[in-house]
């Protein structure tokens, strides 16, 4: 197939940017919605009647009873929170939690986001038997506040959705710590150590040469029994068994091996290649993602709406009303997650930006933080999964959840009303000056990093447009010679150059050998060879250590350096490749040689 080219109008970065996925927020909504009307219906009653019918389940001589809810909020939702927990092991091992001064931010306020709503909560709630569910206020539901942040968020949300993924991180770590810990009741040693023996067995299951699919299923059912006979809640089988599976980047010799496959299978097709090609294509990639791949969707579209759907049911008659306008919890809940999350995201956050601390970056203002906290209020899943734990009058339970679904309400409606309040049109529009300022201790700097004159190129690999230009830029800095420094940032365009992210992370890759724009004049020079074994080719003619190289394409700052650039990019709107700046401000128009020397001429700073 003919490699496109041409300038692209559309931008992906490598990961974590883009727009959300609102389905499954607007699933869960639905499923919410169905749930008050079912317990608010003529036949209200059957609403209860259903999920407390129950299933059983026997094997030999052991008999295990469940009522529906419990077959969800204790069984589906370990699947939940294996999922969650397959989320926090990547982000520890390859994602912004590698990057202390990245994570910083978030992290911090992730903490406060947890203390400031407890905090309020308790202040609302002492003396009055219900302080013990503080919990219900820690936690924000993530699907509900990227889906939310896709309706109401800015234009550009890149950056903004990063912090608040990483900020969601550390909240579910907090939380599921505090409902194991603190919403224990009983503990039963035996089980429990049989638990952590079926955990122990789920780490060596990775050295098994074959049938490790099969083997994780039967020890994950088997540490789930464990932990439901220990009394610890169960669903933290899931999350402890997913911090246990291996994550890791794709290695080069993998992904070879696998095309070498797929190679055998199409000049010999037959089920055996088959197997092998694609057995081969799903070791290339570590569990951890292969897991997450496969049962995201079921969490999303089955697994969580069927929760919203158990246990969402409030019962709004005039009684139920009246007794929460009036309820110390109803209030502590709503003042705790409105409030108390704004206030400790948002203050956190400011705090940090006055003394200079952490990485913050284009487009993350403290105005689209502040909108983020707000929406961050959203605390649907884990808030009602606490409520059945914390509280055992049903009655009282039925307050609680009037106070979420209100508190849910309301943080959307803040989230809303501030965004339109700071994502109104600015004086400048985005993009017409440089959003990060050139620093010569991060950027990839040709020339004197002290010169005058400044020329950054945002730009891909896969464009041949970018290689086209290299001709013009080359007579531009001789032209200029110590008079300028030139500066290259990444733009990998995805959508139509799927070797740009890998051309990229390959050049960052030869920086850290002191051979960036060596490697990346050779990569435009060949842009029809940017496949994995090329790339290595590539550094082994430079003069590259390939197994230092190698390793260094599987760094988490790697790839996160890559995004940089292009989340800085999306910041500033720009959608194809090259763009330039002269100095800090964006061109339009040809950027043939003549031009760029012109237009840098004008720029010359005038002598006093």
């Known amino acids: 197939m003919p490699r496109r080219s041409g300038r692209s109008t559309s931008l992906a970065a490598p990961s974590g940017g883009g727009s959300a996925d609102k389905r499954p927020a607007a699933l869960l909504l639905l499923a919410t919605v169905l ?4 317990a608010n219906a003529p036949f209200a009653a059957s609403y209860e009647e259903f999920w407390h019918s129950t299933a059983e389940l026997r094997a030999g001589g052991m008999v295990l009873e469940l009522t529906f809810r419990e077959l969800v909020n204790d069984a589906l939702m370990a699947v939940f929170f294996f999922v969650v927990g397959l989320e926090v092991r990547r982000e520890f091992a390859l994602g912004e939690l590698t990057n202390r001064a990245r994570a910083a931010v978030p992290v911090a306020a992730a903490a406060a986001g947890l203390l400031v709503p407890a905090l309020i909560f308790l202040l609302f709630t002492a003396g009055t038997g219900n302080a013990a569910a503080w919990g219900v206020v820690i936690s924000t539901d993530t699907a509900f506040l990227l889906g939310a942040l896709a309706i109401a968020g800015p ?5 903004l959705r990063i912090f608040l993924l990483t900020l969601a991180v550390v909240d579910d770590v907090a ?6 810990l603190v919403y224990t009741a009983r503990l039963e040693w035996v089980p429990l150590l ?4 079926g955990l122990a067995a789920v780490y060596c299951a990775r050295y098994l040469p074959a049938g490790r699919g099969p083997a994780y299923a039967g020890l994950a059912v088997l540490t789930w029994l464990a932990f439901y006979a220990s009394g610890v809640h169960p669903t933290l089988a899931g999350v402890g068994i997913a911090l246990l599976v291996p994550v890791f980047q794709p290695g080069r010799r993998e992904v070879e091996d696998a095309v070498q496959l797929a190679q055998v299978f199409r000049q010999s097709p037959n089920s055996g290649y088959a197997r092998a090609a694609a057995s081969g294509l799903r070791e290339s990639i570590s569990i951890n993602e292969r897991l997450h791949g496969a049962y995201t969707p079921y969490v999303n579209y089955a697994i969580l709406p069927l929760f919203a759907l158990a246990n969402a049911g409030v019962r709004l008659d005039r009684s139920t ?13 709503i003042c705790g997650l409105v409030l108390g999350k704004f206030l400790g995201i948002f203050g956190a956050s400011a705090v940090l930006r006055r003394l200079g601390a952490g990485e913050f970056g284009p487009g993350l203002t403290l105005g689209r933080i502040a909108g983020g906290a707000a929406l961050s209020g959203i605390g649907f899943t884990i808030s009602l999964f606490i409520i059945g734990l914390a509280i055992p009058d049903p009655a009282v339970q039925n307050e609680a959840r009037v106070g979420v679904l209100a508190a849910s309400v309301l943080a959307f409606a803040a989230g809303t009303l501030i965004f339109r309040i700071v994502e109104r049109s600015p004086a400048v529009p985005p993009g017409q000056v440089l959003a990060r300022p050139v ?6 700097v040709a020339g004197n990093p002290d010169a005058p004159l400044t020329l950054v190129e945002y730009g891909d690999y896969e464009c041949p447009f ?3 230009a290299t001709g013009a830029i080359s007579e531009v800095r001789r032209h200029f010679g110590s008079e300028l420094r030139y500066v290259w940032r990444h733009l990998p365009l995805t959508r139509v150059h799927p070797h740009a992210v890998a051309a990229a992370e390959a050049a960052e890759a030869a920086h850290r050998q002191g ?10 020079e060949h842009q029809e060879q940017l496949d994995p074994e090329d790339l290595l080719t590539a550094a082994e003619t430079l003069g590259l250590d390939p197994d230092r190289f190698e390793a260094d394409l599987r760094s988490a700052d790697i790839r996160n350096r890559v995004l940089d650039d292009a989340l800085d990019a999306e910041s500033m709107d720009l959608h194809g490749t090259p763009t330039f700046f002269i100095g800090n401000r964006r061109h339009h128009g040809p950027y043939d040689s003549a031009t760029l020397i012109r237009l840098l001429e004008a720029d010359r700073p005038q002598e006093v």
């Not at 749930?35 to 079912?38: M, Q």
Request: glycine share 4%.
């Open 515 to 524: 051979q960036f724009f060596p490697y990346s004049a050779y990569l435009f």
């Open 175 to 180: 939380a599921l710590s505090i409902i194991a």
């Open 194 to 197: 049989l638990a952590l023996l």
């Open 321 to 333: 009303v009246a007794s929460a306008v009036t309820s110390p919890l109803v209030w502590g809940i």
């Open 466 to 468: 970018c290689s086209r």
């Open 35 to 38: 749930a008050v009307a079912w």
């Open 155 to 159: 234009r550009f949300p890149g950056r």
């Open 439 to 444: 620093d010569a201790s991060r950027d990839h």
